[in-house]
């Protein structure tokens, strides 16, 4: 891991001072908070880069941390350990990360470089370019400028993301869309950093790509699969292509 980053651990039982001790997570300065709302208040004064919390210990008050850190914090990564993970309940969270406890520390830094490097795509999104394109005057993500980048048409669009048609034509930027749209934007953000342009965007999507077994990314897409092509297109910007 190239980068120093700072993260407040909800640790009321001290498990993680073994890590702590052997270094494990080279690269992590950790503070640790014994409560929920020493945490929280960790989050306010020290602006810390992300947030580690261990459901194994938690368990659903883990959850509901999470969900109030989103609501407070709305661009604080989380990263979540987890003994038997439920992957399904971070797929609509681009900036949280799960990974199986007991952690690999080489697998536990990647993933951590790999959230925070969303995190960098969220608030630094590229001038001039994703900011502009597909963004309306309302400050939000429009749904038909998603759809004229990616060349897709509005009903494949609103079948992706499971919106109405008539809907999606009327309030293409409506805020009850903007979660499912994030993953376009995350492709977005890394095809045109990789490609340069919008039509480098679209030829990767319409080439076959040896991650997918050849197949085209831009089908996987329109099968629903918006939030695995992100993460191969962030993995290809961090050097770890699929």
């Known amino acids: 891991m190239n980068e120093h980053y700072k993260a407040v651990v909800l640790d009321p039982d001290s498990c993680l001072e073994q890590i702590k001790k052997?270094?494990?997570?080279?690269?992590?300065?950790?503070?640790?908070?014994?409560?929920p709302n020493e945490l929280m208040n960790s989050v306010t004064l020290n602006k810390p880069d992300l947030v580690i919390l261990d459901l194994t210990t938690l368990?659903?008050?883990?959850?509901?941390?999470?969900?109030?850190l989103r609501k407070t914090s709305p661009l604080m990564p989380v990263f979540l350990f987890c003994t038997n993970p439920n992957w399904?309940?971070?797929?609509?969270?681009?900036l949280?990360?799960?990974?199986?406890?007991?952690?690999?520390?080489?697998?536990a830094m990647y993933r951590i470089e790999k959230l925070?490097?969303?995190?960098?795509?969220?608030?630094?999104?590229?001038?001039?370019l994703v900011t502009e394109q597909l963004y309306s005057d309302n400050g939000r993500i429009d749904a038909r400028k998603v759809a004229e980048m990616f060349d897709l048409s509005i009903p494949d669009?609103?079948?992706?993301?499971?919106?109405?048609?008539?809907?999606?034509?009327?309030?293409?930027?409506?805020r009850?869309?903007?979660?499912?749209?994030?993953?376009?934007?995350?492709?977005?953000?890394?095809?045109?950093?990789?490609?340069?342009?919008?039509?480098g965007l679209r030829i990767w999507l319409n080439a076959p790509n040896?991650?997918?077994?050849?197949?085209?990314?831009?089908?996987?897409?329109?099968?629903?699969?918006?939030?695995?092509?992100?993460?191969?297109?962030?993995?290809?910007?961090?050097?770890?292509?699929?």
Request: charged fraction near 25%.
């Open 22 to 35: 052997d270094n494990a997570l080279i690269g992590l300065e950790l503070t640790n908070a014994i409560e």
């Open 59 to 68: 368990g659903n008050s883990g959850k509901e941390l999470t969900a109030h």
């Open 88 to 94: 399904t309940e971070i797929e609509n969270d681009p």
């Open 96 to 107: 949280v990360e799960m990974i199986r406890s007991p952690i690999d520390p080489a697998e």
């Open 116 to 128: 925070m490097h969303k995190v960098t795509l969220t608030r630094y999104r590229l001038p001039n």
């Open 157 to 174: 669009l609103a079948h992706i993301i499971g919106s109405g048609i008539p809907a999606l034509y009327k309030t293409p930027d409506a």
């Open 176 to 199: 009850s869309i903007q979660q499912q749209l994030i993953s376009f934007e995350r492709i977005a953000c890394g095809l045109l950093k990789l490609t340069g342009s919008v039509k």
């Open 210 to 242: 040896r991650g997918l077994d050849n197949e085209l990314p831009i089908k996987y897409i329109k099968d629903g699969y918006v939030d695995d092509i992100a993460a191969i297109v962030e993995d290809a910007l961090l050097g770890h292509p699929s």
